[in-house]
């Protein structure tokens, strides 16, 4: 076999391998063989909307949630669409999505909502049950869960407040003194 036969074969037979990669990519690939991100995997926007829709339709009938005088009064204020908006916005970046979320940090927007543990959690079976609705696969709702997780400790008070616990704030106004 002369050079340019070799050089030839060399080339289709790199050709055809990029092709049938390409073709049999896993579900966790791109066409180009490239991870997908876990937006992409979770199908873009305009599925990410629709979970979070029903999920923001069921935390507000929460009765655990709406037990809390200071989450009951901040969702009177807040349209449900613009929520919506605004978390679908964070879940898309965070998950690696184009968009920007340009609401207020999770600190900030929670502060004032005085949520406990058992609000928390009560919150997160509500996401699950969500995930599960919508067929989220279990390794897309752990790596969900993950990042979610990150958000705890700016989103429920420290253990301790408003329960005149060991904290110092025996009056549980959360200023961290008696008075
Ligand atoms: C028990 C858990 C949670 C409760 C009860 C809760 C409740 C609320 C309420 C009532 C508001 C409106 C606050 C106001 O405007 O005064 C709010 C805002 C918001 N929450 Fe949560 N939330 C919880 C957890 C989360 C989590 C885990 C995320 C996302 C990871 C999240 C994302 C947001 C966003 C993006 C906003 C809008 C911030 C803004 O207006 O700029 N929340 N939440």
Redesign the pocket.
């Known amino acids: 076999m002369n050079k340019r036969v070799i050089t030839f074969l060399t080339a289709s037979l790199f050709v055809t391998l990029l092709l049938t990669s390409a073709l049999f990519a896993g579900d966790d690939e791109n066409p180009c063989g490239m991870t997908k991100s876990l937006y992409e995997r979770l199908g873009g926007v305009n599925a990410i909307s629709m979970v979070v829709d029903e999920f923001v339709e069921i935390?507000y009938v929460n009765e655990i949630?709406n037990a809390?005088p200071?989450?009951d009064k901040?969702?009177k204020?807040?349209p449900m669409p613009?929520?919506k908006f605004?978390?679908t916005?964070?879940?898309c970046q965070?998950t690696g999505g184009p968009q920007a979320?340009?609401?207020?940090s999770?600190k900030?927007?929670?502060a004032?909502?005085n949520?406990t543990e058992v609000?928390?959690a009560?919150?997160?079976a509500d996401?699950k049950t969500v995930l599960d609705k919508f067929g989220v696969p279990e390794k897309e709702q752990a790596e969900l869960f993950e990042?979610?997780g990150t958000?705890?400790a700016d989103?429920?008070m420290p253990a301790g407040d408003g329960d005149g616990g060991d904290d110092g704030d025996s009056d549980g106004d959360g200023d961290g003194d008696s008075k």
């Open positions: 935390l949630l809390n200071a989450i901040a969702r204020n807040i613009a929520l605004k978390v916005g964070l879940i965070v979320y340009t609401g207020r999770m900030e927007a929670h004032h909502l949520i609000e928390w009560a919150m997160a996401f990042i979610v958000t705890k989103i429920v």
